[in-house]
């Protein structure tokens, strides 16, 4: 089914606009080519013209949101908890996947996804639902935006949408960033925006985020931000055209564009996740975009994301896939990944106190030959409570939600 709601035109204006359309895809492609001299000169992304030579903001301390009742208040020990759930689904999207998922301030949660009939059909369309947190449910599945909505509130043609990623500032704004491709495959993406002051029920138009020359293109995100004292935030995103690396997005209180740093020189690392250490201390993991050495890769910063180690890669299987992070509240980092070095039939939890040594603790999911258990989503919510969401063998988004309690259990 065709989400795409433009009005028809006539016989004379198609052929106009067919012609038009030729002449922007002529033009795109001219203009990317334009950057391949510069790309294989330097071994780097040109920055954008809108970057402001200036220094990132210290990292905002983690905003830790108390649940309704708490056991530790208590004096009593919390007991080990480990629920899974499945969000519903609709009809029109059979096929799920990028799952992103974020916490509220009342405590409850927000998860979005993209779904339609595959990955990259023109009936994708951005979905959300609401979880509850006194009654532990899900509500129904809503339509955030589809390629007509975005084409509508861009002005410009999109022809397929994907990666939502959520974040809820400390002033309680909850954003959505994702991918909009108007020529091309997602090399051709770049980076839309909108937010919400209602817990997601109601959104900005959307809005372009400028962030590379030319045609702001080959930039796309997956993993959420890290807040920034000045209310800002540093945005991980990844350049995937000819070559493929991370880079890091200063943008304001506003989500403009401040700066732009390049997290790595190599040439085949993408979708970096996050997780902050201190006031200036940053991890990074990233999934390796190459059929060589397939590891996560793992980097750090001690500037506040201005400028990044070398990569070196970690002793965990990585198949060319997506990884997430999270702290704990004791300052051990956990990850879910897929342990492997060909397939995404498993989904692993691990665990480091240091970052770069990690053990497995458990398998999330074990699958059969040929199954999918991907992109995954891990946030710290109240204390000693996270939450997870991952794409469910492309058919469902499932949640699991455990505490420290649990993981203790499985050391």
């Known amino acids: 089914m065709a989400a795409d709601h433009i009005p028809p035109r006539s016989s004379s204006?198609?052929?106009?606009?067919?012609?038009?359309?030729?002449?922007?895809?002529?033009?795109?492609?001219?203009?990317?080519?334009?950057?391949?001299?510069?790309?294989?000169?330097?071994?780097?992304?040109?920055?954008?013209?809108?970057?402001?030579?200036?220094?990132?903001?210290?990292?905002?301390?983690?905003?830790?949101?108390?649940?309704?009742?708490?056991?530790e208040a208590s004096g009593v020990a919390p007991a080990p908890v480990f629920i899974r759930q499945f969000l519903d689904t609709v009809p029109e999207a059979p096929s799920v996947h990028a799952s992103t998922i974020a916490q509220l301030p009342d405590g409850g949660l927000v998860a979005a996804w993209f779904g339609g009939t595959?990955?990259?059909?023109?009936?994708?369309?951005?979905?959300?639902?609401?979880?509850?947190?006194?009654?532990?449910?899900?509500?129904?599945?809503?339509?955030?935006?589809?390629?007509?909505?975005?084409?509508?509130?861009?002005?410009?043609?999109?022809?397929?949408?994907?990666?939502?990623?959520?974040?809820?500032?400390?002033?309680?704004?909850?954003?959505?960033?994702?991918?909009?491709?108007?020529?091309?495959?997602?090399?051709?993406?770049?980076?839309?925006?909108?937010?919400?002051?209602?817990?997601?029920?109601n959104w900005s138009e959307a809005r372009r985020l400028i962030a590379a020359p030319f045609l702001n293109t080959c930039n796309l995100v997956r993993s959420p931000p890290i807040d920034l004292a000045d209310g800002g935030v540093l945005l991980p995103a990844y350049h995937e055209f000819l070559y493929q690396f991370g880079e890091l997005l200063h943008l304001d209180a506003d989500g403009q564009l401040v700066d732009k740093y390049r997290m790595n020189a190599g040439l085949d690392s993408l979708q970096p996740a996050l997780v902050a250490r201190s006031a200036t201390e940053l991890f990074a993991y990233h999934r390796r975009g190459g059929?060589?050495?397939?590891?996560?890769?793992?980097?750090?910063?001690?500037?506040?994301?201005?400028?990044?180690?070398?990569?070196?890669?970690?002793?965990?299987?990585?198949?060319?896939?997506?990884?997430?992070?999270?702290?704990?509240?004791?300052?051990?980092?956990?990850?879910?990944?897929?342990?492997?070095?060909?397939?995404?039939?498993?989904?692993?939890?691990?665990?480091?106190?240091?970052?770069?040594?990690?053990?497995?603790?458990?398998?999330l999911e074990d699958g059969a030959a040929g199954q999918e258990f991907s992109y995954p989503s891990l946030i710290r919510g109240e204390p000693g409570v996270y939450h997870l969401s991952y794409t469910w063998d492309r058919t469902r988004i499932c949640h699991v939600m455990f505490n420290d309690a649990w993981l203790e259990t499985n050391r």
């Open 291 to 363: 059929a060589s050495q397939p590891h996560v890769l793992f980097n750090r910063s001690v500037d506040a994301g201005r400028t990044w180690s070398p990569l070196q890669p970690l002793e965990l299987a990585n198949p060319n896939a997506s990884v997430t992070v999270a702290p704990t509240d004791s300052g051990e980092v956990l990850m879910v990944l897929n342990p492997s070095e060909k397939d995404r039939e498993q989904l692993a939890l691990a665990i480091s106190s240091d970052g770069e040594d990690w053990k497995i603790l458990t398998l």
């Open 13 to 71: 204006g198609a052929a106009a606009g067919g012609t038009k359309q030729r002449a922007a895809k002529a033009a795109y492609w001219v203009a990317l080519l334009s950057t391949v001299a510069v790309l294989l000169a330097t071994g780097r992304a040109p920055l954008g013209s809108s970057r402001v030579n200036s220094q990132a903001a210290l990292i905002h301390s983690p905003t830790i949101r108390v649940s309704p009742v708490s056991a």
């Open 118 to 201: 595959r990955e990259g059909a023109k009936d994708v369309a951005i979905y959300a639902s609401n979880w509850d947190v006194q009654s532990g449910d899900w509500e129904p599945v809503r339509k955030l935006s589809d390629r007509s909505e975005s084409s509508r509130e861009l002005g410009r043609y999109v022809k397929k949408l994907g990666n939502p990623v959520l974040h809820c500032d400390p002033s309680g704004r909850l954003w959505l960033y994702y991918v909009t491709v108007s020529v091309g495959g997602w090399s051709g993406g770049s980076i839309s925006v909108k937010h919400s002051d209602d817990q997601g029920r």
